[in-house]
């Protein structure tokens, strides 16, 4: 077998064999999108055998859900298939009628659309008893307000969903995102971790935890951004790699434990969850 995969020749009078094809196995595709959405499943995002939204966010029929900020609906869609009574809202009106289009054929009890931004949010006092604000906060003008209407349409006993880029992160990626990515309507601050607590309380929520996860995504953006490919198609050797990096790293069985130390050291985004008093 080594003579015919070299072409050695049994003697001076033969002429050498043609190499041997050796079966290569195609590559394996990666898709970093994929992989983010396993990591997101480990740190306790869409646990739909428990209904949790985020671990400990139950979301149950009973409930009436207000996604503000819903953008492409994933958070609502969620809720929607646990048979809560959704409410999505966001500023951009196109956001919000592909997001109700989305939930149609879903269990949802109820399904509403509201474009606005939120000041004032078209709602009654008190009518939500889950609040999910995702990766809003840093692009609004008034925070105050923004979080005090978000404290009036919930009921007493409401629990929130809130969550920021964190700061770390974001440090980083001035540096190589374009300028575009911190200006309005984009990411218009930083929002700092004790500065985030202090946002929350000042609007009359109770903190009852306050986490963080994403170190995945904290990479993943410092590459896309020097890659210079369409987010549509990120498809990038180094995006690639750092894909199947991470997911080796999550294969191995001590691997959720630096999972979990890079995830507190540069996270992509915290996360507090809070109660209505």
Known sequence: MFKKIFGIRKSKAVVPEAPATVA????????SFHVGLRDALESGWYLHESSELYRGFVIGAEDVVLDIGCGDGGNSLFCANHGAHVIVADIDAAK???TMQRLAETPARLVQGIVGD?????????IASKVVCMEVLEHVDDTAQFLSELA?????GAHYLLSVPDPVQETLQKGLAPPWYFEKPNHIRIIQRDEFEKMVTDAGLVIERHEYFG???SVWWLFFWICKVDLSNASHPLLDNWAKTWETL???PDGEQVRLALNNFMPKSQVIIARKP
């Open 24 to 31: 290569v196995p195609p590559a394996v595709a990666i898709d």
């Open 96 to 98: 919000v009628e592909s």
């Open 118 to 126: 939120a000041n004032p949010l078209k709602l009654e006092d008190g």
């Open 152 to 156: 009036r349409v919930g009921k007493p």
């Open 215 to 217: 170190f995945y995504w």
């Open 250 to 252: 999550m294969d191995t």
